[in-house]
Structures are given as C-alpha cells and as structure tokens.
C-alpha cells in the first residue's frame, strides 16, 4: 500500500480521501486516513472500486480545506484519478486557488490523460505501475 510507505518517510503526514467514496451518493467523498493515523490501520478502507462518478471538485475542496488547518511548511495533494471530473469548471477553480494559497497539487492519470488538468501529471496505464510512479511524484516534492 503506497500510503503506508509514503507514511515512512520522516516528515511526511498522509491523508487519504476516496471519491466517490460511498455507494450510491457519487458526490460524497470518504476519508480513509486522517493525518497521524497509520494508513496500515486501516487497510479495508482501500477496497474499492469505480463506482461510474467523478467528483474531484468535492474530494479537492476536502483535502484542501484539511490542508489549510496543517502547519506543515508544505502542503501538497496528489489525486489519483481513472475519470474525467464531474464539474470540469469546479475542479480548475479549486485547483487554481489550491496553487494560490501555496498547495502543489499533481494528477496521476490511471488509463487517462490528465495533462489538461493538472500542472504536474503522469498517465500510467496500469495500477501495477502506482507504486513506483507515486514514488518517484513524492521525490519531486520532497527535493
């Protein structure tokens, strides 16, 4: 589980939001890990499967408001994504004003090309190929 070896990592805090995150309520997002709890602890959570909605507005506007309450010196949110945003409109702004008040934000596209949405971004075309590539995203921030 990548959340759980990012959370290895001195100084780094993970949260993980799912979205959609509950079955039948596509624009509810469900956080999985809270910052300062171990990812491990909550392996269940991580079980699950594309439920046909993309609300990346929502699950954006989570994570940045949970990052705002943070004192780290760097705050950053990587999105994992096999879909194009609900509300394309919503998703730019609220990436634009995450990267206004100092949040980095990158995309990593799984069989989708986010280029288009995100100011750093991967496609990978596998989630074999996650492990690696959230590896070498977290480095980049990190440096």
């Not at 709890?37 to 392996?43: D, G, H, I, T, Y």
């Not at 394309?88 to 609220?94: D, E, L, P, R, W």
Request: charged share 20%; glycine share 10%.
């Amino acid at each position: 589980m990548c959340a759980s070896r990012l959370n290895t990592i001195q100084g780094v805090s993970v949260a993980v939001t799912a979205f959609p995150g509950v079955y039948g309520e596509d624009e509810k997002v469900s956080c999985l890990v809270r910052n300062g709890q171990r990812p491990a602890s909550r392996a269940g959570a991580f079980l699950q499967e594309p439920r046909g909605g993309t609300p990346l507005t929502q699950a954006l506007w989570y994570a940045a408001a949970d990052l705002l309450q943070r004192q780290e010196r760097k705050r950053v949110i990587l999105v994992m994504t096999d879909g194009k945003p609900d509300d394309v409109i919503g998703a730019t702004n609220i990436i634009e004003q995450c990267q206004a008040t100092g949040i980095e934000i990158a995309g990593i596209g799984i069989k989708i090309d986010v280029s288009w949405l995100f100011p750093r971004h991967i496609q990978i075309d596998s989630p074999a190929d996650l492990k690696q590539t959230l590896f070498g995203l977290a480095e980049q921030f990190l440096v």
